[in-house]
């Protein structure tokens, strides 16, 4: 069982940075591909960027490459998701998910956090 805590999500102006975190419990965090969604309002739930167990490979959507990094610290249980250049359609709920597979898929993906919102104003 992992429990999942985002944090790090707020208001900001397009152009802006953030970073999210979240933090996992348990002590097999680095056997799980760690990802991040987002679902913005009236859409369904999309893949933004995924990171392998090791931390060795990652792999992020074409509408955030260049723009979001997506990392993890195994000793920490923790994964980032520094998000720079904002834009006002990167507004949504994000979410972090553990999963088996380093997969873009959420159906892959077991555990989720409760999310945590951002907003991009223009």
């Known amino acids: 069982q992992v429990q999942l805590v985002e944090s790090g999500g707020g208001l900001v102006q397009a152009g802006g940075s953030l970073r999210l975190s979240c933090a996992a419990s348990g002590r097999t965090f680095s056997s799980y591909a760690m990802a991040w969604f987002r679902q913005a309002p009236g859409k369904e739930r999309e893949f933004v960027a995924v990171i392998i167990g090791s931390g060795d490979s990652t792999s992020s959507a074409d509408s955030v490459k260049g723009r979001f990094t997506i990392s993890r610290d195994n000793a920490k249980n923790t994964v980032h998701l520094q998000m720079n250049s904002l834009k006002p359609e990167d507004t949504a709920v994000y979410y972090c998910?553990?999963?088996?597979?380093?997969?873009?898929?959420?159906?892959?993906?077991?555990?989720w956090g409760q999310g945590t919102q951002v907003t991009v104003s223009s």
């Open positions: 998910a553990a999963g088996g597979a380093y997969s873009r898929n959420q159906w892959t993906y077991a555990y």
